[in-house]
Every structure is written in C-alpha cells, then in structure tokens.
C-alpha cells in the first residue's frame, strides 16, 4: 500500500493551525485541492466520528471523498479514513500532527490503494505522485495563508 508524510513549518502556533485547518466553513480560503469541502451526517464541526466530504478540483476528476474522523485531538493530531468508493481509490487514510517549536510543524502522513486492483500496479505510483505533489502544494498555501496573516 503506497504511502508518504509532507512536513511543512507553519509561522503559527498550533491551536490556530489545527483550528483553521477542520474548519469546514473556511477550508477553500487556502486549500489548492479542493473545489468543496463540509461537514454532513447532521455534523456542524470537526470532531471525533464527525464525516466530512471533500471534493477535488475538476482537473483531478473532481474525486469527492467522504471520511469519517478516527482520531481527533486538538492541538496535537486528527486523522481520517475515507469512507465512500471514490474513483480510483478503494482506501485513503491520513494523520496530520501538529507539532510545536514555536511555529507549528506539520506532519502529513497518508497511505491508500487503488481500484481496480488489476491496476494497482500502473496507479500506485501515478496516483502516489499525484497525492503527494497536491499536499505539498496545499500545506505551502496553508503556510502563504498565516504568513499573510502576519
């Protein structure tokens, strides 16, 4: 099963980090992957069980993934695991953790694997590279958004 981790160093202390990153109803103002994202199952914030969907921008095919949260202690660590059948994907799993220096040091870890499996071996590694460019690219937005802030 593929996996990765994407670091990236926050100018922001933790609370406001992890804070900013669950909500839902500002998720758009800084993340580069998604055209979508809220809270649904009658969840009004991020939490512990609390389901999600996020939706991808349409030149990534616009894959809408549904994730249940498994983990979810503020400021430290959340983690999700997807819940639906999204394209190409029959699992997707990710932990963010929070850790402090003064600033907020980001720690993406993600594994998944792809459907079909008869494919697996063709889209792991597309898919890999694929999945670890957008998180790169959207953790840099997410240290842009707070250095403006500054």
């Not at 616009?62 to 979810?72: D, H, Q, R, T, W």
């Not at 997707?92 to 600033?103: F, M, P, Q």
């Amino acid at each position: 099963m593929p996996h990765g981790t994407v670091v990236e160093i926050i100018p922001a202390p933790c609370t406001e980090v992890f804070r900013l990153l669950h909500d839902y109803t500002r998720r758009l103002e800084w993340d580069t992957l998604l055209q979508a994202a809220y809270l649904t199952d009658g969840d009004t914030q991020a939490g512990l069980h609390a389901t999600s969907v996020c939706k991808g921008r349409a030149y990534l095919g616009g894959v809408e993934v549904k994730a249940v949260y498994v983990l979810f202690r503020p400021p430290d660590v959340a983690a999700i695991k997807m819940v639906n059948r999204a394209w190409f994907f029959d699992s997707l799993a990710a932990t963010i953790r929070h850790l402090a220096d003064g600033s907020s040091r980001i720690e993406y870890t993600y594994n998944f694997s792809a459907r079909p499996r008869w494919l697996r071996w063709p889209l792991h590694p597309v898919m890999h590279a694929i999945l670890r460019y957008e998180t790169q690219r959207r953790l840099r937005s997410l240290r842009r958004f707070f250095a403006a802030q500054s």
